[in-house]
């Protein structure tokens, strides 16, 4: 059975999850990415939409204006780790549940999201068109002057995803654990190939 995150999420939808799950999103998201992270914590400016029990994607889209409003080209995450030295205090900041992006985060979002009760996922790359069809509607678009990547578009979405949870709120990072995991298999595979091949200088 799928697994439905609704916005506003709740604490409890999100303590059961865990590393590897999978998981969809139906309600609002709003793009958020490296400018509007450094407007809130560097610069200290109030951002300006709710995020409180909200969901972010950490994504430059391309977006169609039309006569009345605008249209989702694509969507595709960018690269979480980007925002990593201001994910911590951002999800104090704003009480944001759930961040989407491009590949793993680090360990001072693990410690916001155990904090805080929230959770990192990654939607897979290379599906942005794919993506732009699960918003149903732009509803608003915040600190255009930023230019279409990093503008605050905020977006009513419909079961958007496969979202898989690579930060839980236990602070579990599946990517640190893989890396981990690779490492250690990798150990023997190239001590062998090393003696096969210690003749070559």
């Known amino acids: 059975m799928k697994k439905i995150l609704t916005t506003p999420i709740k604490d409890e939808d999100l303590q059961g999850l865990n590393v590897g799950d999978v998981v969809y999103l139906t309600g609002r998201l709003i793009t958020c990415r490296d400018v509007a992270h450094r ?29 009345e409003g605008f249209e989702m080209v694509s969507i595709g995450p960018t690269t979480s780790m980007r925002m990593e030295k201001f994910e911590r205090e ?18 001072e979002t693990a410690a916001g999201c155990q904090e805080h009760t929230a959770v990192h996922a990654i939607f897979p790359g290379g599906c942005a068109v794919l993506a732009a069809t699960q918003v149903e509607e732009i509803e608003g678009a915040e600190w255009q002057d930023l230019g279409m990547p990093e503008t605050l578009w905020i977006n009513r979405v419909k079961e958007f995803g496969p979202l898989i949870i690579s930060i839980d709120t236990k ?15 990798k150990k023997p595979i190239l001590e062998k190939i090393s003696k096969q091949l210690s003749f070559i200088k």
Not at 90 to 107: A, C, E, R, S
Not at 171 to 185: C, D, P, V
Request: no cysteine; hydrophobic share 35%.
């Open 171 to 185: 602070g579990n990072n599946l990517i640190q654990n893989n890396k981990a995991t690779f490492n250690e298999k």
């Open 90 to 107: 951002f999800i104090k900041q704003t009480g944001v549940k759930l961040i989407i992006g491009k590949g793993g985060m680090g360990p």
């Open 39 to 67: 407007r809130l914590i560097e610069q200290k400016r109030e951002l300006p939409v709710n995020l409180d029990r909200g969901a972010i994607l950490h994504a430059g889209p391309i977006v169609r204006k039309k006569d």
